[in-house]
């Protein structure tokens, strides 16, 4: 097998161009290898709404019937839902076939073990690259059986349970034409306000913009919406649902750790020295909010996989990073899209105030946001930047991250790019901007 195909298996999942990395081929022998590593019966797969999903569908399941599964298909779905489904069913494992934020041309495979425990690296994706590669599978003696089942109205009403009175709001949404026009839209329309949805048609071509909220142009259609509607809020989701990232009233984008700090405080409400996780990208706001508000600080490296791993050991009650995933202990340690917004619909409803006002405090530093530069030798840039600032205290979490009394930057490696991740946050704009500069001139 070619090592270009063999790139799509990645540290969090399995991830490519369709069809000339990930096609039917590849994922019919990644089912067969799946199978045969995980050595489970009852498992439940699913689909997004990407042009090629279907006949990975159809090449997948093939696999799984002749390794002797009992698959429960439960169609189109969102990340989140797939999760549930797979605990709600009680499942052995699960397989969702979709390449979350990214564009239409690609597509991939998101894969767990029972209770929806996810495969990374270094607990099952190495391992089932290497018998895909050797091509070494058993059919099982006798042929699987596949049924249907529709878990949409349960799941639903499982979100449903996380919200408290929420009413008397306007609220924008960005479907991006991804899951959430399936999954969110009769969620909310569950609910006494007025939703006003945007791209919500299904749609794997991604024709209005990708459907990753991450990038700042993907959210100028709804922070504009958000204005000319007057509304309370907007929220913008990535394909699979399992990220969202909000606008306030006056249309200004909220980032991701701001959003963390803002739920953190509230679950902390009633939930008094409880642990929150935050990744170690977030502004220093995130850390002060979760101690003045009774909880405990756990800083975390950046990854889906890791920080459910360590969310479940730890016994963390919630946990949010930058790019808009926020994972919940009473969601099966899990990361959803849904959850938060029943949330922060909650808090704008029992607070009587505009989201500007409830994040306006926790605004108190200059942040950069992520930057990433394309290099050639990420270990040499990192190594040569670590040496300029060694007079910083340094940790080796994820990359490295200095601290200093008025300002801290962390800089990583990207797991499946050329890149170096950059995030500085300063005291105030003028020094922000002055170790930026400096900071970006070292990495070539």
Partial sequence: MERSRLSIFQAYDIRGL??????????????????????CRKVVVARDMRISSPSLFNALTEALLEQGAEIIDIGLSSTPMFYYAVNELEADAGLMITASHNPGKYNGLKMVKSKAVPLNADTGIKEIEKMVEARDFKDAEEKGSLKTENVLEKYVSYVKSFANNIKELKVVIDCGNGMAGKTIIPLLESFNIKLIPMYEELDGTFPNHDANPFDEENMKDLQKRVVKEKADIGFAFDGDVDRVVMVDEKGERIPGDITTALIAKKMLNKNKGAKIMYDLRSTKSVKKVIE????????SRVGHSFIKTRMKKEDV?????????????????????????????????????????????????????????????KDAVIARIENAYKNGKTT?????????????????KSNTEPLIRLNLEADSKELMEEKKKKILKLIY
């Fill in 18 to 39: 369709y069809p000339s990395e990930i096609n039917e081929k590849i994922i019919y022998r990644i089912g067969k290898a799946f199978m045969d590593f995980i050595r």
């Fill in 292 to 299: 003045d508000s009774g909880g405990k600080p756990l800083v």
């Fill in 317 to 377: 009650l919630f946990a949010g990073e930058m790019s808009g995933h926020y994972y919940f202990k009473d969601n099966f340690f899990t990361d959803s899209a849904a959850i938060p917004v029943v949330i922060i619909l909650s808090l704008l409803s029992s607070e009587k105030k505009k989201l500007s006002e409830l994040i306006k405090s926790f605004k108190k530093y200059y942040h950069t946001g992520e930057i990433n530069r394309e290099v050639k030798d």
């Fill in 396 to 412: 080796h979490l994820d990359g490295i991250t200095v601290e200093f009394k008025d300002w801290w930057f962390n800089l990583r």
